[in-house]
Every structure is written in structure tokens, then in C-alpha cells.
């Protein structure tokens, strides 16, 4: 960052520079300096700063203007970091999500203008790692919230910048100790697309839930929470809602007892993208939307149905609020990605494939990569007989008594 420093005191003299006064090194006021880290260019009246020890150009010229060694410039820096907050949107509403026995596992925010975030609690109390993914994370230093690492932001942050690596989130359903308590008594569980909708239907006297991100972040393992249950799904009137909620009913069916979906927009002339908070804001009520629960039939699989595919524009596509990839095996194996594994014959490479195999299957870490959790394996081999395989495996397991693949 350059700007006219004050030139009554001279940059030079006042950090007593080492150099030539228009192009010196010198000890950084923004930071415990010991060595001279500060470089300091002066060229046609604009001066050049820049902390070779990490801190930012904003963090050196703040020092600098405290000492009065920088002109003051009030409305530019005020008008820029109102501008980014603006940006950045204000917080309207928090959807905690809360695990069985009553502990928040993460948090969904709402901003304005509209827009989600995703937080959980991280390990130092009031404080926040943003995001829900497996990976690194950074802060700028103690008692600081941690986000999602970027490496051209983390050189910017001043020198108490810390990093580290997280697993995933313990994700679990919208309301689920409201949803545990009824699936016994056989009340129907409103599967809607949001956590406002959820809350809306809750607010009538029944019992409601989602799932975090909205359409398309179905997870299997929510499948169990609703075992035995009888679920109906409330889409929003779009193709994505529409897609999501037959995921939806066909990961529960065969699982809840019973699955009915209700297309609002079958019984209501809503527009497009418009969900259940806006038929009940239109005058409905928790008796009409009993009555066409109840005269619902089961959601039945369809062989012949074509998967809901719907075109995207470059705009629409960028706006997607994209969760990140998790790391399988920390940090060379991601999700949703390609590996290969290559050596002279003879060096191993079948045994690490299926020793790392068998460590992915069985959630344990291996050779100092990290595993976080348990994953399914398919494993194909078109050289090793079987045999071989059996007993390499054998060999494996014996070592890893305690960490069994499923």
C-alpha cells in the first residue's frame, strides 16, 4: 500500500533506518521486531511499506499514523470498511442445529441481503470455526474465530496468525430432540427446505425439520433419525426443491414407516421459487394443511422418472453457496477427486492401495495421514488372486484388532 507519509518527521530518521533514506529496512512498529523487517520504499512522494514477518500494509501504516508518521485519512478508510460490511450483509436470523442430548453442534445464519453461513463452535469457548467441512482452517491470532484457509489471505494477517487443521462437523437435523421425542408416538415429522419453513410449521404445533445447506445437502446418515417415522416432505415450488425432496423420499423410504409428499402448488396457484411460509402467510392454516397431508398418498418409487436436471447460467452457477470438499485421507486424498498411485514394479503399490483402502474403511489413520471418519470401500483388483488378497487383508486386520471396517 503506498500514500504520502508526514515529510516534517521523516519515515528515515524517526525508525532510524538502515539504508538510503528513500529505500531502507527498519524495525517494524506493528510487531515485537527484533531484526529490521520493515521495507520501506519512497519514490515521487508515495511511500511503499511492507512487513517481511507477516503484518499487514493496513497493520504497519495504523502503527506509523499512531506514532504520527502517517497522515491521517479518516473518511476513505471508514466509507471502504462500511462498503465491506455492507457486502458482507447483516445477520437476521440463527438456526441452531442441536444434537440429541442437547449440545450445539453447528449453526446456520441468515444474513441480509440474503444469504447463508455456516458456523460451529470451536474448541475455545465463545468462539467459531466457519465452516462445516473437514480441512485447514486460519485466525488472525489467540481469541480469535477461525475461517476457512486461504493462503493469499493468511500472508496478510499479522504475525500472531495461527493455523490449523479440523475434521467434519457433526452435522445432524433442524429441531432434532423435537423430532427423537415423536418418532415413537407416530406424529407426522414436516421435512421442509429451510430452516424459516421449519419454523413456520413448527409454530402451527407440529414437529419440523431440515436439513442444513437446503436442497441437495441430504445426507444418508440423517436416514436413521427418522427411522420408523412418518414423514411428509414440503417442497418449494422449483425444480431444485422438487429434485430434493424426491432424494428425500427415496433415501426414507423403506426406512420411515410412511413418506407422503405434498406439492403445494398442486392446491394453491403459487409462483415460482414460493414455499409453504408463503402459502400459510396467503391464509393457510395447521387444519387445511392436515387435511391435505392426510388425504396424501405414500410416495411410491418411480422407475421410469428422469432425473431432474435444470440448466444454469454463469451467474446463477457462481452464486451457488458450494460446500467445501472434505479430505478423505489428509491431505493428498479429497473427496470427489482422482488419485493415482505409481511406482517401479516390485515397490509396494498394491499393498499401500490396499492397506489405505482398509484404513478408509476402517476410520483409522494411517502412515500419519489423517482419516476422520469411516467410509465405504469398493475395492477392484485384476491381478491379485483372491487368496492372495484374503491373506494380505487377514495379515492387515490383525494388526488393526480395534478399528474393524464395516
Known amino acids: 500500500m503506498s500514500g504520502r507519509a508526514n515529510p516534517d518527521v521523516g519515515l528515515f530518521r524517526a525508525l532510524k533506518g538502515r539504508g538510503r533514506p528513500h529505500d531502507f529496512m527498519a524495525i517494524c512498529p506493528a510487531h515485537r521486531d527484533v531484526r529490521p523487517s520493515l521495507h520501506v520504499t519512497i519514490k515521487d512522494g508515495a511511500t511503499l511499506v511492507h512487513c517481511f514477518a507477516g503484518c499487514t500494509q493496513d497493520a504497519v501504516i495504523d502503527a506509523l499514523r499512531n506514532r504520527g508518521l502517517w497522515p491521517e485519512q479518516p473518511n476513505a478508510r471508514n466509507e471502504s470498511r462500511k462498503e465491506a460490511k455492507r457486502q458482507a450483509g447483516e445477520i437476521v436470523a440463527k438456526y441452531d442445529y442441536i444434537t440429541a442430548d442437547g449440545k450445539l453442534a453447528h449453526q446456520t445464519l441468515r444474513l441480509e441481503p440474503k444469504s447463508f453461513r455456516q458456523r460451529r463452535p470451536a474448541?475455545?469457548?465463545?468462539?467459531?470455526?466457519?465452516?462445516?467441512?473437514?480441512?485447514?482452517?486460519?485466525?488472525?491470532g489467540a481469541a480469535k474465530d477461525w475461517l476457512p484457509f486461504r493462503e493469499s489471505r493468511f500472508s496478510e494477517f499479522p504475525i500472531e496468525r495461527e493455523r490449523a487443521t479440523f475434521g467434519a462437523a457433526n452435522l445432524v437435523l433442524y429441531r432434532l430432540p423435537d423430532v427423537i421425542k415423536v418418532v415413537a408416538d407416530g406424529a407426522t415429522i414436516f421435512i421442509c427446505e429451510g430452516e424459516k419453513d421449519a419454523d413456520n410449521?413448527?409454530?402451527?404445533?407440529?414437529?419440523?425439520?431440515?436439513?442444513?445447506?437446503?436442497?441437495?445437502?441430504?445426507?444418508?446418515?440423517?436416514?436413521?433419525?427418522?427411522?420408523?417415522?412418518d414423514v411428509a416432505l414440503l417442497p418449494h415450488n422449483d425444480e431444485p426443491g422438487r429434485a430434493h425432496a424426491e432424494h428425500v423420499a427415496a433415501e426414507l423410504h423403506g426406512v420411515a414407516k410412511r413418506v407422503r409428499l405434498l406439492d403445494i402448488a398442486e392446491y394453491w396457484p403459487c409462483g415460482a421459487g414460493q414455499d409453504i411460509s408463503d402459502w400459510l402467510a396467503s391464509g393457510g392454516t395447521a387444519d387445511k394443511l392436515k387435511a391435505l397431508v392426510e388425504a396424501l398418498p405414500d410416495w411410491q418409487p418411480s422407475g421410469d422418472k428422469k432425473p431432474n436436471v435444470a440448466p444454469l447460467t454463469a451467474i446463477e452457477f457462481l452464486s451457488l453457496e458450494i460446500p467445501r470438499r472434505e479430505i478423505i485421507m489428509s491431505p493428498w486424498l479429497p473427496e470427489k477427486g482422482t488419485v493415482m498411485i505409481y511406482s517401479p514394479r516390485g515397490v509396494g503399490k498394491t499393498l499401500l492401495?490396499?492397506?489405505?483402502?482398509?484404513?478408509?474403511?476402517?476410520?483409522?489413520?494411517?502412515?500419519?495421514?489423517?482419516?476422520?471418519r469411516p467410509r465405504k470401500i469398493l475395492y477392484l483388483d485384476g491381478e491379485m488372486p483372491a487368496q492372495t488378497m484374503q491373506e494380505r487383508l487377514a495379515r492387515h486386520g490383525s494388526m488393526r484388532a480395534s478399528a474393524r471396517p464395516r
Request: with cysteine; net charge negative.
Open 123 to 140: 474448541p475455545e469457548s465463545g468462539l467459531w470455526i466457519w465452516g462445516l467441512t473437514a480441512g485447514e482452517y486460519m485466525r488472525m
Open 201 to 229: 410449521i413448527a409454530a402451527l404445533g407440529f414437529v419440523a425439520t431440515t436439513c442444513a445447506m437446503g436442497a441437495g445437502k441430504w445426507r444418508a446418515e440423517y436416514n436413521e433419525s427418522l427411522r420408523g417415522a
Open 353 to 372: 492401495g490396499l492397506t489405505s483402502a482398509y484404513a478408509i474403511a476402517a476410520g483409522a489413520n494411517f502412515l500419519g495421514f489423517q482419516i476422520e
